[in-house]
């Protein structure tokens, strides 16, 4: 496994802006497809955005696309969530996962496929 740590979150009005960054451990990074998940109070986790080993695939949640980017520099450990046009219902934690796939270009939304994960950094909308 690989320790995962997010940072970025915080406290925004409606319509901004927040980029969380999540730093990865160890020398492997680039053997991991790497995703982001939520969950706000009250609710399930749901699946946000993913990204594959190359950074050449990604995947998001209907309700984020268009808003939301992921992206990954392998060079830096560290996969990135672009969040744009905020809504108050985006506020939620949000955990950074991994998982050590073999396929380069595949990417996974399904929360099992991920045997790593952060400890979560909130985010909270206001209108």
């Known amino acids: 496994q690989v320790q995962l740590v997010e940072s970025g979150g915080g406290l925004v009005q409606a319509g901004g802006s927040l980029r969380l960054s999540c730093a990865a451990s160890?020398?492997?990074?680039?053997?991991?497809?790497m995703g982001w998940f939520r969950q706000a109070p009250g609710k399930e986790r749901e699946f946000v955005t993913a990204?594959?080993?190359?950074?050449?695939?990604?995947r998001s949640a209907d309700s984020v696309k268009g808003r939301f980017t992921i992206s990954r520099d392998n060079a830096k450990n560290t996969v990135y969530l672009q969040m744009n046009s905020l809504k108050p219902e985006d506020t939620a934690d949000y955990y950074c996962?991994?998982?050590?796939?073999?396929?380069?270009?595949?990417?996974?939304?399904?929360?099992?496929?991920?045997?790593?994960w952060g400890q979560g950094t909130q985010v909270t909308v206001f209108s």
């Open positions: 996962v991994a998982n050590p796939t073999a396929y380069l270009t595949q990417v996974y939304s399904n929360a099992r496929a991920y045997d790593s």
């Open positions: 160890g020398r492997t990074f680039s053997s991991y497809a």
């Open positions: 990204i594959s080993r190359s950074g050449g695939n990604t």
